[in-house]
Protein backbone atom coordinates (compact mmCIF):
# COMPACT_ATOMS: atom_id res chain seq x y z
CA UNK A 1 0.00 0.00 0.00
CA UNK A 2 1.46 3.19 -1.34
CA UNK A 3 0.01 7.02 -0.74
CA UNK A 4 1.61 9.70 -2.63
CA UNK A 5 0.92 13.49 -2.43
CA UNK A 6 1.05 15.33 -5.45
CA UNK A 7 0.52 19.59 -6.34
CA UNK A 8 2.30 22.72 -6.22
CA UNK A 9 4.81 23.59 -3.41
CA UNK A 10 4.42 27.25 -3.40
CA UNK A 11 1.59 28.89 -3.16
CA UNK A 12 0.62 32.65 -2.86
CA UNK A 13 -1.27 33.98 0.38
CA UNK A 14 -5.18 34.34 -0.26
CA UNK A 15 -4.97 31.64 -3.39
CA UNK A 16 -6.60 28.55 -3.18
CA UNK A 17 -3.78 25.24 -2.04
CA UNK A 18 -5.26 21.92 -4.21
CA UNK A 19 -3.53 18.91 -3.52
CA UNK A 20 -4.12 15.22 -4.80
CA UNK A 21 -3.40 11.93 -3.05
CA UNK A 22 -2.99 9.17 -5.73
CA UNK A 23 -2.77 5.32 -3.37
CA UNK A 24 -2.31 1.96 -4.58
CA UNK A 25 -3.06 -1.51 -3.39
CA UNK A 26 -6.94 -0.62 -1.99
CA UNK A 27 -9.93 1.46 -3.34
CA UNK A 28 -12.33 3.95 -1.88
CA UNK A 29 -14.78 2.22 -3.94
CA UNK A 30 -14.84 -0.94 -2.56
CA UNK A 31 -12.66 -1.21 0.51
CA UNK A 32 -14.09 -0.39 3.86
CA UNK A 33 -11.00 2.52 4.20
CA UNK A 34 -10.89 5.99 4.90
CA UNK A 35 -8.23 8.74 3.44
CA UNK A 36 -7.49 11.89 5.20
CA UNK A 37 -4.97 14.75 5.37
CA UNK A 38 -2.27 15.62 8.06
CA UNK A 39 0.05 18.65 8.00
CA UNK A 40 3.52 19.55 10.04
CA UNK A 41 4.40 23.09 9.61
CA UNK A 42 8.40 23.22 9.64
CA UNK A 43 9.61 21.74 13.17
CA UNK A 44 6.02 21.71 15.11
CA UNK A 45 3.54 18.91 15.19
CA UNK A 46 1.50 17.22 13.66
CA UNK A 47 -2.30 18.78 12.74
CA UNK A 48 -4.86 16.26 11.76
CA UNK A 49 -6.86 18.18 9.22
CA UNK A 50 -10.19 15.97 7.31
CA UNK A 51 -11.06 12.32 6.32
CA UNK A 52 -13.08 11.08 4.09
CA UNK A 53 -14.70 7.38 3.73
CA UNK A 54 -15.45 5.42 0.86
CA UNK A 55 -19.30 5.91 2.09
CA UNK A 56 -18.61 9.44 1.30
CA UNK A 57 -18.98 10.39 4.85
CA UNK A 58 -16.70 13.28 5.61
CA UNK A 59 -14.85 14.78 8.54
CA UNK A 60 -13.35 18.11 9.02
CA UNK A 61 -10.95 19.49 12.05
CA UNK A 62 -13.67 22.49 13.12
CA UNK A 63 -10.49 24.83 13.37
CA UNK A 64 -10.32 24.89 9.73
CA UNK A 65 -13.67 23.50 8.27
CA UNK A 66 -14.67 27.27 6.68
CA UNK A 67 -11.51 26.64 4.90
CA UNK A 68 -10.80 23.50 3.55
CA UNK A 69 -12.78 20.87 1.14
CA UNK A 70 -12.26 16.94 0.53
CA UNK A 71 -13.48 14.72 -2.46
CA UNK A 72 -12.79 11.54 -3.42
CA UNK A 73 -12.03 10.96 -7.66
CA UNK A 74 -14.55 8.70 -9.13
CA UNK A 75 -11.38 6.38 -10.01
CA UNK A 76 -11.50 5.54 -5.99
CA UNK A 77 -7.86 5.95 -6.15
CA UNK A 78 -7.48 9.53 -5.10
CA UNK A 79 -8.35 12.08 -2.79
CA UNK A 80 -8.58 15.61 -3.78
CA UNK A 81 -7.76 18.37 -0.78
CA UNK A 82 -8.60 21.86 -1.48
CA UNK A 83 -7.76 24.96 1.25
CA UNK A 84 -8.60 28.60 0.36
CA UNK A 85 -7.46 31.77 1.33
CA UNK A 86 -3.84 30.31 2.09
CA UNK A 87 -1.54 32.37 4.85
CA UNK A 88 2.11 32.06 5.16
CA UNK A 89 1.20 30.07 8.59
CA UNK A 90 -0.37 27.46 6.54
CA UNK A 91 3.23 26.73 5.38
CA UNK A 92 3.70 22.80 6.11
CA UNK A 93 4.51 19.29 4.87
CA UNK A 94 1.35 18.20 3.97
CA UNK A 95 0.78 14.21 4.40
CA UNK A 96 -1.87 12.02 3.17
CA UNK A 97 -3.02 9.39 5.16
CA UNK A 98 -5.08 6.03 5.52
CA UNK A 99 -6.76 5.17 8.56
CA UNK A 100 -9.36 6.35 10.98
CA UNK A 101 -10.38 7.82 14.18
CA UNK A 102 -9.95 4.78 16.11
CA UNK A 103 -7.37 2.55 14.68
CA UNK A 104 -4.70 5.50 13.84
CA UNK A 105 -3.20 6.80 10.55
CA UNK A 106 -1.47 2.92 9.48
CA UNK A 107 -0.20 4.18 5.87
CA UNK A 108 1.16 7.32 4.99
CA UNK A 109 2.29 9.53 2.05
CA UNK A 110 5.79 10.92 1.71
CA UNK A 111 4.31 14.53 2.42
CA UNK A 112 4.94 17.23 0.08
CA UNK A 113 5.89 20.51 1.95
CA UNK A 114 3.81 23.64 0.74
CA UNK A 115 4.83 27.15 1.01
CA UNK A 116 3.06 30.10 1.24
CA UNK A 117 4.95 33.27 0.36
CA UNK A 118 4.35 36.11 -1.83
CA UNK B 1 0.60 24.64 23.02
CA UNK B 2 -0.62 21.15 21.83
CA UNK B 3 -3.84 19.33 23.15
CA UNK B 4 -2.12 16.39 24.08
CA UNK B 5 0.75 16.98 26.80
CA UNK B 6 4.32 14.71 26.06
CA UNK B 7 7.63 15.55 27.77
CA UNK B 8 9.72 17.54 25.64
CA UNK B 9 13.18 14.77 25.35
CA UNK B 10 13.94 11.42 26.91
CA UNK B 11 17.34 9.52 27.03
CA UNK B 12 18.43 5.97 27.64
CA UNK B 13 21.36 4.06 27.06
CA UNK B 14 20.86 0.83 24.78
CA UNK B 15 19.42 -1.94 26.25
CA UNK B 16 17.55 -0.03 28.62
CA UNK B 17 13.55 0.69 28.90
CA UNK B 18 11.98 4.38 28.49
CA UNK B 19 8.49 5.45 28.90
CA UNK B 20 6.78 8.47 27.50
CA UNK B 21 3.89 10.38 28.70
CA UNK B 22 0.77 11.79 27.06
CA UNK B 23 -1.58 13.77 29.62
CA UNK B 24 -5.30 14.40 27.94
CA UNK B 25 -8.61 15.11 29.59
CA UNK B 26 -11.69 13.63 29.64
CA UNK B 27 -12.78 14.40 26.09
CA UNK B 28 -10.03 12.04 24.80
CA UNK B 29 -7.69 9.94 26.29
CA UNK B 30 -9.77 9.31 29.67
CA UNK B 31 -12.81 8.40 28.15
CA UNK B 32 -11.62 6.66 24.80
CA UNK B 33 -9.14 3.52 23.70
CA UNK B 34 -8.29 5.24 20.74
CA UNK B 35 -4.95 6.65 21.14
CA UNK B 36 -1.97 5.75 18.86
CA UNK B 37 1.68 6.43 19.15
CA UNK B 38 3.72 7.60 16.29
CA UNK B 39 7.41 7.16 15.62
CA UNK B 40 9.20 9.94 12.93
CA UNK B 41 12.85 10.10 12.09
CA UNK B 42 14.04 13.08 10.69
CA UNK B 43 12.57 14.33 6.94
CA UNK B 44 10.30 11.07 7.05
CA UNK B 45 6.86 10.54 7.47
CA UNK B 46 5.25 9.36 10.84
CA UNK B 47 4.90 5.59 11.56
CA UNK B 48 2.45 3.94 13.31
CA UNK B 49 3.38 2.32 16.00
CA UNK B 50 0.44 1.63 18.54
CA UNK B 51 -3.37 2.05 18.05
CA UNK B 52 -6.15 1.04 20.45
CA UNK B 53 -4.05 2.38 23.04
CA UNK B 54 -1.96 -1.46 23.30
CA UNK B 55 -2.29 -2.74 19.78
CA UNK B 56 0.63 -3.27 17.45
CA UNK B 57 -0.04 -3.10 13.70
CA UNK B 58 0.52 -6.07 11.84
CA UNK B 59 3.07 -4.00 9.84
CA UNK B 60 5.70 -5.94 11.70
CA UNK B 61 6.53 -3.20 14.64
CA UNK B 62 8.29 -4.82 17.13
CA UNK B 63 7.06 -6.72 20.56
CA UNK B 64 9.47 -4.04 22.45
CA UNK B 65 6.78 -1.60 21.69
CA UNK B 66 3.93 -1.39 24.33
CA UNK B 67 1.27 1.16 24.94
CA UNK B 68 -0.70 1.71 28.23
CA UNK B 69 -3.35 4.06 29.65
CA UNK B 70 -4.51 4.75 32.89
CA UNK B 71 -7.22 7.88 33.62
CA UNK B 72 -6.09 10.85 31.20
CA UNK B 73 -2.56 9.16 30.59
CA UNK B 74 -1.50 7.14 28.17
CA UNK B 75 2.06 5.78 27.68
CA UNK B 76 4.45 4.13 25.54
CA UNK B 77 7.08 1.73 26.77
CA UNK B 78 10.25 1.09 24.52
CA UNK B 79 12.64 -1.71 26.27
CA UNK B 80 15.42 -2.79 24.86
CA UNK B 81 16.83 0.49 23.24
CA UNK B 82 18.18 0.38 20.18
CA UNK B 83 20.28 3.01 18.50
CA UNK B 84 17.53 3.01 15.57
CA UNK B 85 14.43 3.86 18.22
CA UNK B 86 16.19 7.69 18.67
CA UNK B 87 13.39 9.60 17.01
CA UNK B 88 10.54 11.75 17.77
CA UNK B 89 7.26 10.26 18.99
CA UNK B 90 4.18 11.49 18.64
CA UNK B 91 1.00 10.54 20.60
CA UNK B 92 -2.69 10.66 18.83
CA UNK B 93 -6.17 10.51 20.54
CA UNK B 94 -9.91 11.16 19.36
CA UNK B 95 -11.68 13.62 21.16
CA UNK B 96 -15.26 14.18 21.12
CA UNK B 97 -14.84 17.74 20.46
CA UNK B 98 -14.83 19.60 16.67
CA UNK B 99 -11.31 18.63 16.08
CA UNK B 100 -12.17 14.85 16.02
CA UNK B 101 -8.25 14.20 16.61
CA UNK B 102 -5.18 15.47 18.73
CA UNK B 103 -1.59 14.68 18.51
CA UNK B 104 1.24 15.34 21.17
CA UNK B 105 3.77 18.23 21.02
CA UNK B 106 6.13 15.29 20.52
CA UNK B 107 8.97 13.75 22.52
CA UNK B 108 12.47 13.77 21.40
CA UNK B 109 13.87 10.62 22.29
CA UNK B 110 18.16 10.29 22.57
CA UNK B 111 19.73 6.95 22.71
CA UNK B 112 22.84 7.36 24.87
Known amino acids: ITLKESGPTLVKPTQTLTLTCTFS??????????VGWVRQPPGKTLEWLTL???????WYNQSLRSRVTVTKETSGKQVVLKMTDMDPVDTATYFC???????????WGQGILVTVSS | QSALTQPASVSGSPGQSITISCTGT?????????VSWYQQHPGKAPRLMIY????RPPSGISDRFSGSKSGNTASLTISGLQADDEALYYC???????????FGGGTMLTVL
Open chain 1, 97 to 107: VRGSFEGGFDF
Open chain 1, 25 to 34: DFSLNTDDVS
Open chain 1, 52 to 58: IHANHNE
Open chain 2, 26 to 34: SSDVGNYNF
Open chain 2, 52 to 55: DVTK
Open chain 2, 92 to 102: SSYTNTGSFVL
